[in-house]
């Protein structure tokens, strides 16, 4: 069974920057996806980014997350970041880690938009913005 486990939520002011982490364990297969998710009250849960733990690592961004926020593994592929630079009001929500298995690296980069294809998530964690 896969288990996930995000930290480094927190209140920043416009403009700041934090890092979340997502520690992930069991089978590596069930886990070949990773992504960052987001919800925040009255709204959709929607994509923030999406890796492979295959082909090196490929990548699909939000627009939203473009230019600010980076997704990366670490060399073990059992952690998965987000920095988060340039923060924004409307990047307040609760952020959720995921992960599910994939038979191509280049799929991975499609679960951004279909969030039910991920088969575990983590409890989440807040993240406010605000001045």
């Known amino acids: 069974q896969v288990q996930l486990v995000e930290s480094g939520g927190g209140s920043v002011q416009p403009g700041g920057s934090l890092r979340l982490s997502c520690a992930a364990s069991?089978?590596?297969?069930?886990?070949?996806?990773l992504g960052w998710f987001r919800q925040s009250p009255g709204k959709e849960r929607e994509g923030v980014a999406t890796i492979s733990t295959q082909a090196d690592g490929i990548i699909e961004y939000a627009k939203s997350a473009l230019g600010r926020f980076t997704i990366s593994l670490e060399d073990n592929k059992n952690t998965v970041y987000l920095q988060m630079n340039n923060l924004k009001p409307e990047d307040t929500a609760t952020y959720y880690c995921?992960?599910?298995?994939?038979?191509?690296?280049?799929?991975?980069?499609?679960?951004?938009?279909?969030?039910?294809?991920?088969?575990?998530w983590g409890q989440g964690t807040q993240v406010t913005v605000s001045s």
């Open positions: 069991g089978p590596a297969g069930n886990r070949n996806c």
């Open positions: 995921a992960a599910g298995r994939t038979v191509s690296p280049h799929v991975c980069r499609l679960f951004l938009d279909l969030g039910s294809r991920f088969n575990y």
